[in-house]
């Protein structure tokens, strides 16, 4: 059965597709590992792996889903009859199920400071001891928990609308609007005082300071970043008509990623520096570092409230992607109504995260493996079931895709695109499975 949505543009599958992939890591991770680890060198070198590997592997996910018009369960059984290969698909499904559940954790988080901004309880230059708030927001059980379904209500309610009603008309106002936002923001913090040992932190080419770590960590987020292994993007390429070409696309996604990447790192790096903060990545950045620094900008406030924004934007984004696998996949499975499926999946999301919800106040005490309730969902999904699918993604195109099926629907009849996909093909054959177990294998800390 052949998806009965499609998108309505290109541009709109590009910008939805962007969404995806352009979340927490872009924004909070990726530039900090820049900074410090060879600015304009990982900037290079994280490029050179993504065109080659993160690039393939999500022209492959593309042509996975567009040939066959099917959401990622289905499309693999149809490629793949009488075979235990679209297994692959529930692997996606069930990672987008675990993932979303403590993601929206954190988008929880960022409504819960929007709030704060809003109501004036941050941005009090100087009085607001914002560790000890972060501190007491993500303890709190009560807030942590409606904030968390706050932000499921509105994932859902997008998706419940549709792919183009729902997903792509939010996806064509939040992504201006995100880079829109960007250079507000890179226009306040270059014209700080001393703006520009924040930018040389971050982008300034230092070769001697890459290491065998953060060489692993770019070929990491190389896939990583660009939401290939749960077969995310299968579902989306299969709302993309025939006519279309999946290489602009897929290589439009990689260079926004890198875009956002450096966008947020300019936006954050001259700040911190000009007022004299450590720079940090992770929760830490976005609520303790950066309320500190606006804190002492004029017109802060607003400025955090941007950028709060901002990172809601891109965390919304991404979240509709995983959710709208699990819909898609159970809505042609059950026949039932997109909606109501939503809502369904969308409520039993926000029952599973509630233990992540409460893994830094009333279940703070309990660990797996010596991991909170929240890092063990983390670890699980991140080092384990991502590269697991990304691998297999990647011999199921090489190995058992039809190599005339790939052919078609990458060069789309024009011979002059035979080289791109010989290159192509041998990297996906070769390359891309070899970089994702190794990647593999250091997420395991076996190396």
């Known amino acids: 059965m052949q998806q009965d949505?499609?998108?309505?543009?290109?541009i709109g599958f590009i910008?939805?597709?962007?969404?995806?992939?352009?979340?927490?890591?872009?924004?909070?991770?990726?530039?900090?590992?820049?900074?410090?680890?060879?600015?304009?060198?990982?900037?290079?070198?994280?490029?050179?792996?993504?065109?080659?590997?993160?690039?393939?592997?999500?022209?492959?996910?593309?042509?996975?889903?567009?040939?066959?018009g099917k959401e990622a369960i289905s499309a693999y059984k149809a490629i793949a009859p009488a075979s235990k290969w679209h297994w692959i698909g529930y692997l996606g499904v069930f990672s987008c199920f675990l993932l979303l559940s403590f993601y929206?954790?954190?988008?929880?988080?960022?409504?819960?400071?929007?709030?704060?901004?809003?109501?004036?309880?941050?941005?009090?230059?100087?009085?607001?001891?914002?560790?000890?708030?972060?501190?007491?927001?993500?303890?709190?059980?009560?807030?942590?928990?409606?904030?968390?379904?706050?932000?499921?209500?509105?994932?859902?309610?997008?998706?419940?609308?549709?792919?183009?009603?729902?997903?792509?008309?939010?996806?064509?106002?939040?992504?201006?609007?995100?880079?829109?936002?960007?250079?507000?923001?890179?226009?306040?913090?270059?014209?700080?005082?001393?703006?520009?040992?924040?930018?040389?932190?971050?982008?300034?080419?230092?070769?001697?300071?890459?290491?065998?770590?953060?060489?692993?960590?770019?070929?990491?987020?190389?896939?990583f970043s660009l939401s290939v292994g749960v077969s995310v993007m299968v579902t989306y390429s299969s709302y993309l008509s025939k006519k279309e070409s999946l290489i602009q696309p897929a290589f439009s996604v990689v260079i926004m990623n890198l875009f956002i990447s450096i966008l947020a790192g300019l936006a954050i790096f001259p700040a911190v520096f000009s007022l004299g903060f450590e720079p940090a990545a992770g929760p830490g950045l976005l609520f303790i570092v950066l309320p500190s620094v606006f804190d002492q900008i004029?017109?802060?406030?607003?400025?955090?409230?941007?950028?709060?924004?901002?990172?809601?934007?891109?965390?919304?984004?991404?979240?509709?992607?995983?959710?709208?696998?699990?819909?898609?996949?159970?809505?042609?499975?059950?026949g039932k109504g997109r909606s109501s499926l939503a809502w369904v999946i969308g409520a039993a999301i926000f029952v599973v995260g509630i233990p992540s919800a409460l893994s830094f106040s009333t279940l703070s005490d309990v660990t797996i493996f010596g991991k909170s309730i929240f890092d063990?969902?983390?670890?699980?999904?991140?080092?384990?079931?991502?590269?697991?699918?990304?691998?297999?993604?990647?011999?199921?195109v090489s190995y058992r895709m039809k190599k005339d099926i790939l052919k078609s629907e990458i060069i789309q009849g024009s011979r002059t695109l035979n080289p791109f996909f010989t290159a192509w093909y041998f990297l996906m054959r070769y390359i891309v499975p070899l970089v994702i177990i190794v990647v593999f294998l250091d997420s395991l800390n076996l190396f």
């Open 104 to 223: 929206s954790v954190i988008g929880g988080w960022v409504i819960q400071y929007l709030y704060y901004s809003v109501s004036g309880e941050i941005g009090a230059h100087g009085s607001v001891d914002y560790e000890a708030l972060f501190e007491s927001a993500v303890s709190n059980p009560v807030h942590v928990v409606i904030s968390q379904g706050i932000f499921l209500v509105i994932t859902i309610v997008v998706v419940a609308r549709g792919v183009q009603k729902g997903i792509e008309q939010m996806s064509k106002i939040m992504m201006p609007a995100l880079f829109l936002l960007f250079i507000i923001l890179i226009a306040r913090s270059l014209t700080l005082d001393n703006a520009m040992e924040g930018v040389a932190f971050f982008l300034k080419p230092d070769f001697s300071s890459l290491t065998s770590e953060s060489v692993l960590f770019a070929m990491g987020q190389s896939f």
């Open 376 to 396: 063990s969902a983390d670890f699980l999904v991140s080092n384990i079931l991502l590269p697991t699918g990304a691998l297999l993604i990647s011999i199921f």
């Open 298 to 334: 004029i017109f802060g406030k607003v400025f955090l409230l941007l950028f709060l924004a901002l990172f809601l934007f891109a965390t919304l984004t991404s979240a509709f992607s995983i959710l709208e696998i699990i819909v898609a996949a159970l809505k042609i499975k059950n």
């Open 15 to 68: 910008l939805a597709s962007a969404g995806s992939a352009i979340g927490l890591g872009a924004i909070w991770k990726l530039p900090y590992v820049t900074g410090v680890s060879g600015g304009g060198a990982f900037i290079l070198l994280f490029l050179i792996f993504s065109l080659l590997i993160g690039f393939p592997l999500l022209l492959g996910e593309f042509v996975i889903g567009r040939s066959t």
């Open 5 to 10: 949505e499609q998108w309505s543009s290109k």
